[in-house]
C-alpha cells in the first residue's frame, strides 16, 4: 500500500515505509542512550539541525542561484513552502505570528510526517517526533543568519483524533533589529 508513496529527500525520492523504517531506527538508538524524554528530543533536534543545514545549501544552490533570503518573513515563506515542500512532498499546513510576542512565528501542520508511524509509549507522556522537523527548521535559520529557538509542539484541535504539530519560532532579539533598521 505504501509503495508508491514517496518523501523527497535533496534530490531523491525515497518511498515512505524505506523512510519511516529509517526514522523509527534513528528514534529507537537515540532512545537506548538517554535517559528522559527531554534528552530525547535534544538528540532528535541535533540531528535535524544536521539536516537543515545541508538542506539549506543545497536549495540555496538549486532554487535561488546561490543566493539567500536577507529578510525575515522572506526566509520563513522559504521554510513554510520551499523546505517543506522538498521534504514532505507539500507546503506546510500554516504560517503564522504570534499574537502574544512580537518575535515569535509558528508553522502547523496536521500530520506531521514524523510522527506519523511513531506509536509513543504511555511513559513516554508528551514526547513529540516532531522535535527532528523543529532541528531541520532551526538549522536552516541558523545558517542562512536568523538565529532562533525552534520548539515542537502538540495542540489539541476540536474533533480531531490526532493534535496538530506546531513548530514554534522565536527569533533573537539581534534578528529583530536588524529586520527594524531594514525598514
Request: hydrophobic share 40%; charged share 25%; proline share 2%.
Amino acid at each position: 500500500m505504501l509503495r508508491g508513496c514517496t518523501v523527497l529527500y535533496y534530490n531523491m525520492q525515497v518511498t515512505l515505509s524505506g523512510f519511516a523504517y529509517l526514522f523509527s531506527e534513528l528514534v529507537q538508538y537515540n532512545q537506548t542512550q538517554v535517559d528522559n524524554i527531554g534528552e530525547l528530543e535534544r538528540r532528535l533536534e541535533d540531528a535535524g539541525y544536521a539536516v537543515g543545514v545541508r538542506v539549506l545549501e543545497l536549495l540555496c544552490h538549486r532554487e535561488k542561484g546561490n543566493r539567500r533570503e536577507t529578510r525575515l518573513l522572506g526566509i520563513l515563506s522559504f521554510v513554510h513552502s520551499t523546505v517543506w515542500k522538498v521534504l514532505f512532498g507539500k507546503v506546510a499546513d500554516s504560517l503564522e505570528k504570534g499574537t502574544e510576542h512580537e518575535d515569535e512565528y509558528m508553522i502547523s501542520e496536521k500530520e506531521l510526517l514524523v510522527n506519523r508511524f511513531i506509536s509513543v509509549p504511555k511513559d513516554m507522556g508528551s514526547f513529540n517526533c516532531g522535535a527532528f522537523v523543529a532541528g531541520i527548521v532551526r538549522g536552516v535559520l541558523d545558517n542562512a543568519g536568523f538565529p532562533a529557538v525552534v520548539t515542537a509542539h502538540f495542540v489539541p484541535v476540536d474533533g480531531q483524533q490526532l493534535p496538530r504539530t506546531t513548530i514554534l519560532i522565536k527569533f533573537a532579539e539581534e534578528v529583530l533589529r536588524r529586520e527594524a533598521r531594514l525598514g
